[in-house]
């Protein structure tokens, strides 16, 4: 029978065990700690202060904003101090995706910008469209604080976008860029350097927007992006003046000068309101059609008389040639001001109706609702892009209007920057009734930046020297051209070409 054996712990055995455990340690502990100073936390991060600081206080980020990043961070439970590191990395098609690395946790989101929309100092642009479908040109370059209290959502302090229309005028001696005489669109009413008016400088003012640039016209590039299309102007007289300086502005691209011509050969005076001009190599049109309340003007029997009125619930009539239209740019002011409009007496027709008497602006209200009634139905969004111009001032004295002794033609400079204006009640509405329509409809406010022109009328010079007219009668609502309306067209060539428009279908 085997004997069993006894089990005994020696001294020598139990040191020697002590001592591995031991070294197994001590290695551990340095291999722990090699790992942990090769490899960086928190890459591409510097903490200036530490990470969390009691009390909390409000935090400091600074962003880009030019780039319109969006940080969308929900919750910040403790203040902290994030030192945000931006790359630009550009792909082959010249757009750059901006990735911003920081300490707390957003949602991810890049800004996306094209390589087209910079200016030529660099600035990046952009533009951001509001949930009412109206747009809003974004084109800011500035560095913004931002600051952040514990528990809240992150605000910004400032928009990130640029408004576009708050600015101020830069006298510019590369300006303009046409002439009445390399321009044959100009009509009389327009031509104020044909009629007698000496002085140059209201030509060579440029709108510089407060904290962006925008672009320089460039004719070739607008040429291109509405090659294939129809870009069409709608409205009164006013729209006719930005029109004409939309052709001219277009027409110093153009190598031959007989590929552009009007497709009935009509030749652009006052009288005839509709043109359709073809750009042969482009295979584009630039058309106008005149409407100067975008609703039908007709007539109805008033007792044993026909009246003429306004039909306020139906568009008007030549409507059926503004559909189809790859751009369209409406408006609807000039006319609302005249004697029988704001009188309001047995002129507003609402079916079999006509109000013996109806507020102005209530009958503008419902006219601008019928055309948003009729965009919505008609009007294709994924082809067509919509616009519509606020009111442009005049610029009369004090003294009266147009036909009752109302004068500019001592004005030759812009308005002092300092100078405060009272915004149209007239685009409030033309805002109001936008942002609760389906089509987006981009709102081209060129009001208050307008009102600084009373320099840009044709005054007296709108008619040729030597033709009969009252010299009491001076035109201080529509523009010279060149002049304010080019403008206009560019900053609607600035949102045309941004990289959130609408891209164009057919």
Not at 129 to 143: D, F, K, L, R
Not at 276 to 301: I, N, P, Q, T
Not at 411 to 418: R, S, V
Request: aromatic letters at 12%; one cysteine or more.
């Amino acid at each position: 029978m085997e004997t069993q054996r006894s089990f005994s712990f020696k001294p020598t055995r139990f040191l020697f065990f002590s001592f591995t455990i031991f070294s197994a340690l001590i290695f551990f502990c340095f291999f722990c700690t090699s790992i942990m100073t090769t490899v960086p936390s928190n890459a591409g991060v510097r903490y200036s202060k530490p990470l969390v600081k009691f009390p909390p206080e409000p935090v400091n980020v600074e962003t880009l904003s030019r780039f319109n990043s969006t940080i969308s961070e929900n919750d910040v439970k403790y203040p902290v101090i994030v030192d945000a590191h931006l790359s630009k990395q550009e792909d082959a098609s010249g757009s750059a995706n901006i990735s911003v690395l920081h300490g707390i946790q957003t949602g991810g989101n890049e800004s996306e910008v094209s390589g087209e929309d910079t200016s030529k100092n660099g600035a990046v642009q952009g533009n951001f469209t509001t949930g009412h479908g109206q747009e809003i040109v974004s084109n800011s370059t500035s560095v913004e604080k931002i600051e952040v209290h514990t528990d809240q959502r992150i605000e910004e302090k400032k928009s990130r976008e640029c408004d576009v229309w708050k600015g101020k005028w830069v006298f510019d001696e590369s300006y303009p860029l046409y002439t009445n005489q390399s321009c044959p669109f100009i009509d009389e009413g327009f031509d104020c350097g044909g009629n007698g008016r000496l002085d140059k400088d209201y030509m060579k003012w440029r709108w510089q927007p407060q904290d962006c640039a925008i672009p320089r016209f460039n004719a070739s590039r607008m040429l291109e992006l509405i090659r294939g299309k129809r870009l069409v102007f709608v409205g009164d007289s006013i729209n006719r003046n930005q029109w004409e300086s939309m052709m001219c502005l277009l027409y110093g691209a153009v190598n031959d000068p007989k590929k552009v011509y009007e497709t009935r050969g009509r030749k652009i005076t006052k009288e005839k309101g509709n043109y359709s001009f073809k750009f042969v190599d482009y295979k584009c049109s630039v058309e106008y059609y005149v409407s100067h309340f975008l609703v039908h003007e007709g007539k109805a029997r008033l007792g044993r008389k026909r009246v003429q009125t306004l039909r306020i619930d139906s568009i008007d009539r030549g409507s059926s040639r503004w559909r189809g239209a790859d751009i369209l740019i409406f408006n609807s002011a000039h006319w609302w001001s005249h004697f029988k409009t704001k009188a309001g007496v047995n002129y507003y027709q609402e079916g079999d109706i006509v109000h013996a008497r109806l507020d102005v602006m209530m009958a503008f209200r419902k006219a601008l609702t019928t055309w948003a009634s009729w965009v919505d139905k008609y009007i294709n969004p994924g082809k067509t892009r919509v616009f519509f111009r606020s009111s442009a001032p005049s610029h009369f004295s004090r003294e009266g209007q147009w036909n009752s002794g109302g004068h500019c033609k001592e004005a030759t400079q812009p308005l002092n920057e300092t100078f405060n204006f009272d915004y149209p009640e007239k685009s409030i509405i033309a805002e109001e009734v936008i942002k609760l329509m389906k089509t987006q409809v981009a709102f081209l406010n060129i009001t208050s930046l307008s009102q600084y022109r009373r320099d840009g009328h044709p005054s007296i010079f709108g008619r040729k020297p030597g033709k009969a007219y009252s010299s009491s009668i001076q035109d201080c609502s529509h523009w010279c051209l060149p002049g304010v309306p080019d403008a206009w067209n560019e900053l609607l060539y600035y949102l045309l070409q941004s990289t959130r428009t609408k891209s164009f279908r057919h």
